[in-house]
């Protein structure tokens, strides 16, 4: 009896193509969600191209209905009636899918897709059908296999069809299919053929060899993901640890001293992200999309400033005792944590992705790329650029270089070093605060944000060496690297600890060519 | 006219200004607990609280001095003393979790579904053997880490930083469930020490001595060192460590001694620490506590030994106050301290007191 | 090899004399332990260093003879303070020999222990121990057992005193002796280094401009105090001061770009054209 609906509707969909479409959208705000299924269902097993509109507005969630259930489409917030012409009995409500329902609505989609002229379409569709397809289909895909011209749709296709064919009855088929799916990389063919091993769902025992064979196959290629995955997320957490180690870099080889409030200078970036993000919600949403972008230059300029500020307060008076500048620059943090605090509260703010910088690309079918990551890490490389075009074709790192390497004699030679020694301040707090813009797009933004960067990026410039761009480069990418590597192994934890330890190792080893340029000794 | 003569007047005083001062806070400290015992309303009566207070801070004041060891006279800046105050702290927190537990297991670990106790847990229902781990512990773990460090001449800044690495790196492995000291909540709920039920006044009283007396002791130590030849080295070796070797004097064993000591020392002040306070957990290991102790230390004055006492009990004095009265604006003070005392009293409140009586 | 009874620095016709071995003052105060049977303190042979491609020794040789004096000249970059880190362990060299007497390799013991070995040794910026008085200065450098455990429970003997207060007197530092060296003058400074390496009692000495910034009187007073050092210690002196180097030297060596340009008395190495064009010829 419940099958019987969705076959009578097939039956009247198939003879009168017109009226039944014109049917569709009525019948579907009419119906109650387990008929909502069942219409899904059927629709998904008999694409239909007139339909795709209904489709895309479901999709949307502009389908609404008024008292009298007959379906409107929302059209830039008018409602025209979705078959024939009629008028509203009362104001339409929209509908509201819920999540069982919006999948068959995608597998339904994915259906009607295959009929699409693109084939870009189709081939996604194809990949969608592999993950949700329906038993109801399987007439469908066994059609369009036969009759898709483009290669790699028919391959898709075949794939999403052999996932259906593991229940055929007769065992010859279903060791095709379970062969087909040995060459996917799909975290799903992974669990389907885990259920074949089992004797009691799989009576075939070619069958279950073969579904082992395969099995091996997929986790090798999952493994492959896996792997590209972690190392993916090393060089992500690398670019961020680069952007937050550049400036202490700067500054360490310049005065020879850490900077303790460096990490803040990361936090106030994220926190002056926030306040754009804030700002441009008030005065021009429709530009909304583009804060991140005008965010980069204020929360530089606000960064370098409070750093020169230091600078001149603080840590120029403390020069030759790196030991007291180490407190006085951690109290300043103190006071700018709290600071930040008692104004926007202990919580974290909330500072979302813009469109451009949400979603991902899918390299393999268990690797995801966010956006927001790889925009980052070519960021950071940007930003790496520009220091280095700065310190080595710019007067001012002329000067900086001349002061890092002979204080004295720079001074003698008429460097004014104490500008530079203010403006590399600021510059080093001013990458902290484009790495905070940056930290916000993928992370929380609270008052304690940049604490645990301090020890990481002096990490980051202890193993590249002072005053080294390059090696700083190479230390943070190495360092993110091998903390996302070793973290599934054996723990966040185990693993920092482990990173600190070979780090002392290696400071055993290399403990000069680490720390100061080869040379004679001066004192 | 008269100006010579009273310099010479407090220059003769001084010394003995400063024994009659010292001799009347000890006498202070040893009264307390006394007055503890009396009875509850008499007017002399001291609080628990307070004397679980000025406990507490007089195990800071140890670390302080601890910290001064390294510090003023070695010039290594430890950023991660509180892990081996800490490490001393779980130990004895270890025996009396075994204490409350009689034969069963700590209350965690049947928490943890548990059956049997991890292997570095065994003998710790044994008073002796948790006394040798608290110093053991902190001990061991400062020499394999200063042999390292001191071997590849990590000195200044470099040196800091990889001690507040350390701790961090402890405070994050405590952390975790897993490693078997409770985890977040550490150890609590402590009920018996030695048999004796430990808030009893009794109880209190006699921890608040031997905190006092390890306190003196410690300090005892730490003038003895710093007169004997041994302190010299060390001064020297702080100032010009090159010359010092080229002197003949191996800078490395002379550093793994006094590190090796001062971690022990604190040790030892986390394992009065905690039957006093009643709790320890991984943030007693975060690197804020470690560097607010070096503020102690700076405050005071480095190299005085007194000095870092003076500053532990003034910071956690108004720490107390703070906390209780502004609860917001004790960071802002804490920070600007830090600030004050390295821009403006680079010899700390016992530089101040010195100028005042030379002037 | 090096063990040859009869070195074949003496067999090489060819080899500009000051260079042999048998160097100057073949004196017989070695101390104890120190295997100086060739009447040969100090042995450099071929060294060479180089940092990231600067080639600072290159094939350096230098022979100091025990109970020499020897002044070392050289113009700036030659490599005088870098042969000097050779020597004390602070730089190794890339290939090349040090020996100190006839057993020691220098290349292989660390700064420590050839300190403790006997070669002393003072830095051009005159360096002490500042927040220590002056005494206590002496006190540090004075030749004793150095470890942890003797230095927590050493207490000064009476010799030991007598001897410091004896070094105080040479230096002319009694009225100072328990002043922070930290307030003394620059030359009080450079004495005060040159008497911690007195009581260190080494066996050489190296001496890296010592009367840079001292007055002239100061000057003579080096000298005398030098060359009456001699004989009981070999002496290594850097010295860019030619007046100075006239008064003490009987042997001079002179380097340049990290070898040995010549050796001899001062007025033979004066006379020697390639070190007139060195000096006068750029």
């Not at chain 1, 640890?241 to 994220?270: K, P, S």
């Not at chain 3, 350096?60 to 870098?82: H, Q």
Request: net charge neutral.
């Amino acid at each position: 009896m419940p099958a019987s609906l969705p076959r009578i509707l097939m039956a009247l969909a198939l003879l009168w193509p017109l009226a039944s479409q014109a049917g569709d959208a009525n019948d579907f705000v009419a119906a109650n969600p387990a008929k909502q299924a069942k219409l899904l269902e059927s629709w998904a097993a008999q694409p239909d191209p007139a339909r795709q509109p209904l489709l895309d507005a479901l999709q949307q969630g502009r389908v609404a209905a008024d008292s009298s259930k007959t379906a409107f489409i929302e059209e830039a917030g008018n409602f025209s009636a979705a078959e024939g012409e009629a008028e509203p009995a009362s104001p339409p409500k929209k509908l509201r899918l819920n999540n069982r329902l919006r999948g068959l609505l995608q597998t339904a989609q994915a259906s009607h897709q295959l009929l699409a002229s693109e084939a870009s379409v189709r081939l996604a569709a194809a990949q969608q059908l592999q993950k949700s397809a329906k038993p109801a289909q399987l007439e469908l895909l066994n059609a369009r296999v036969a009759s898709e011209q483009d290669a790699a749709v028919r391959d898709a296709l075949a794939l999403a069809l052999a996932n259906l064919q593991l229940v055929d009855p007769d065992p010859a088929v279903r060791l095709q299919a379970v062969r087909l799916l040995g060459e996917t990389g799909e975290p799903l063919a992974r669990t389907r053929l885990e259920a074949l091993l089992d004797g009691d769902s799989e009576t075939d025992a070619g069958v279950r060899t073969a579904a082992e064979t395969s099995l091996a196959q997929v986790k090798r290629r999952l493994l492959v993901g896996e792997l590209l995955g972690q190392a993916f997320s090393g060089l992500s957490l690398g670019s961020i640890l680069l952007l937050a180690a550049l400036g202490l870099a700067i500054t360490f080889g310049l005065l020879g001293v850490i900077n303790m409030a460096h990490g803040e200078m990361l936090m106030l970036g994220a926190y002056t992200t926030y306040m754009v993000q804030l700002g441009f919600q008030r005065l021009a949403p429709e530009y909304l999309a583009l804060y991140p972008l005008a965010a980069l230059p204020v929360a530089f300029f606000v960064t370098a400033a409070i750093g020169m500020a230091l600078e001149r307060t603080v840590i120029r008076h403390l020069y030759g005792r790196p030991l007291e500048t180490l407190l006085a620059t951690w109290g300043i943090s103190l006071i700018l944590i709290q600071l930040v605090r008692v104004i926007f509260g202990a919580q974290n703010v909330e500072v979302a992705n813009p469109e451009w910088l949400s979603g991902g690309l899918q390299v393999l079918p268990n690797l995801v790329l966010p956006y927001s990551r790889i925009i980052i890490i070519g960021f950071a490389l940007f930003v790496v650029a520009l220091t280095w075009l700065l310190l080595n074709k710019t007067r001012l790192g002329l000067n900086v270089r001349a002061v890092t390497q002979n204080r004295n004699m720079a001074a003698c030679c008429g460097v004014p070093t104490g500008r530079v020694d203010m403006l590399a301040f600021g510059l080093g707090s001013g990458i902290a605060g484009l790495g905070g813009v940056a930290l916000s797009q993928i992370g929380n933004v609270g008052p304690d944000l940049g604490q645990s960067y301090i020890i990481d990026s002096f990490l980051v410039v202890v193993l590249g060496g002072v005053g080294q761009l390059a090696g700083s480069v190479l230390a943070a990418f190495g360092l993110g690297i091998a903390n996302k590597l070793l973290e599934p192994q054996i723990g966040a934890v185990l693993g920092k600890i482990l990173i600190l330890a070979l780090i002392i190792l290696f400071i055993q080893k290399r403990p000069q060519g680490l720390f100061a340029l080869k040379g004679r000794v001066i004192d | 006219m008269n100006q010579p003569m009273t310099i010479t007047l407090a220059q003769k005083a001084g010394p003995r200004l400063s024994l009659a001062v010292g001799g009347l806070v000890l006498a202070i400290l040893l009264a307390l607990p006394l007055l503890h015992l009396l009875p509850a309303d008499s007017a002399l009566h001291v609080s628990a609280y307070t004397l679980t207070l000025v406990g507490k801070i007089l195990c800071y004041a140890i670390v302080a001095l601890a910290l001064d060891l390294v510090w003023g006279y070695a010039g290594l800046l430890s950023l991660g003393h509180g892990l081996f105050f800490a490490l001393g702290g779980y130990a004895m927190g270890m025996y009396l979790m075994r204490q409350s537990a009689g034969d069963g297991l700590p209350a965690f670990m049947s928490f943890l579904a548990w059956n049997e106790l991890p292997w570095y847990w065994y003998g710790t229902s044994s008073f002796l053997w948790a006394m040798c781990l608290v110093v053991l512990v902190p001990g061991l773990l400062a020499l394999v880490f200063g042999y390292f460090a001191f071997r590849s001449r990590i000195k200044g800044v470099y040196f800091s930083i990889i001690t507040q690495a350390l701790t961090f790196a402890g405070m994050l492995l405590f952390f975790r469930n897993e490693t078997g000291f409770g985890g977040n909540n550490g150890f609590t709920n402590f009920r018996t020490i030695l048999g004796f039920d430990i808030t009893a006044q009794g109880t209190r009283a006699v921890l608040f001595l031997c905190t006092v007396a390890l306190l003196t002791g410690s300090l005892y130590l730490g003038f003895r060192l710093a007169r004997s030849k041994f302190g010299r080295v060390l001064t020297a070796l702080r100032d010009a460590e090159n010359r010092l070797m080229f002197c003949g004097y191996d800078p490395r064993g002379y550093k793994l001694f006094i590190w090796v000591l001062s971690a022990v020392l604190c040790g030892l002040a986390g394992a009065l620490y905690v039957p006093q306070v009643g709790i320890i957990n991984p943030s007693e290991m975060s690197p804020t506590n470690s560097i607010e102790a070096a503020v102690w230390v700076a405050l005071g004055g480095r190299g005085t030994l007194i000095g870092p006492l003076l500053g532990a009990g003034l910071v956690n004095g108004m720490k107390s106050w703070f906390t209780v009265a502004f609860p917001e604006y004790w960071l802002f003070a804490l920070g600007a301290l830090f600030i004050v005392v390295t821009l403006y009293l680079p010899k700390g409140v016992i530089g101040l007191l010195r100028k005042e009586k030379e002037q | 090899m090096r063990a040859a009874p009869i070195p074949e620095a003496l067999l090489d016709p060819n080899r500009d004399p000051g260079g042999s071995r048998e160097a100057v003052g073949l004196g017989s105060s070695a101390g104890k332990g120190l295997d100086v049977r060739h009447g040969t303190i100090l042995t450099l042979e071929d060294i060479n260093v180089s940092f990231d491609g600067f080639k600072a020794l290159t094939n350096l040789t230098l022979y100091i003879g025990v109970g020499e004096l020897r002044c070392i000249i050289g113009p700036n970059g030659a490599g005088k303070t870098t042969m000097m880190d050779v020597i004390t362990g602070k730089t190794r060299p890339t290939s090349g020999s040090a020996f100190f007497g006839e057993t020691l390799d220098l290349t292989r013991l660390s700064e420590v222990e050839i300190a403790q070995a006997g070669i002393g040794r003072k830095f051009q910026k005159p360096t002490v121990f500042e927040a220590l008085s002056v005494f206590e200065n002496l006190e540090l450098a004075l030749k004793t057992d150095k470890s942890v455990w003797a230095s927590l429970r050493a207490r000064l003997s009476g010799a030991q005193k007598d001897r410091i207060d004896e070094v105080l007197h040479t230096i002319r530092l009694d009225g100072s002796r328990h002043r922070p060296a930290g307030l003394l003058s620059h030359g009080q400074k450079q004495f005060l280094e040159i008497g911690m390496l007195l009581v260190q009692e080494p066996q050489l000495l190296l001496l890296d401009e010592p009367v840079a910034g001292m007055t002239d009187a100061e000057t003579e007073f080096t000298a005398e105090l030098f060359k009456s050092l001699a004989r009981k210690h070999s002496l290594m002196v850097v010295e860019h001061d030619m007046g100075f180097v006239g008064t003490i030297a009987d042997h001079v060596t002179v380097l340049h770009q990290g070898s040995v340009l010549a050796e001899g008395s001062l007025e033979q190495v004066q006379s020697n054209e390639r070190v007139i064009e060195v000096y006068l010829g750029r």
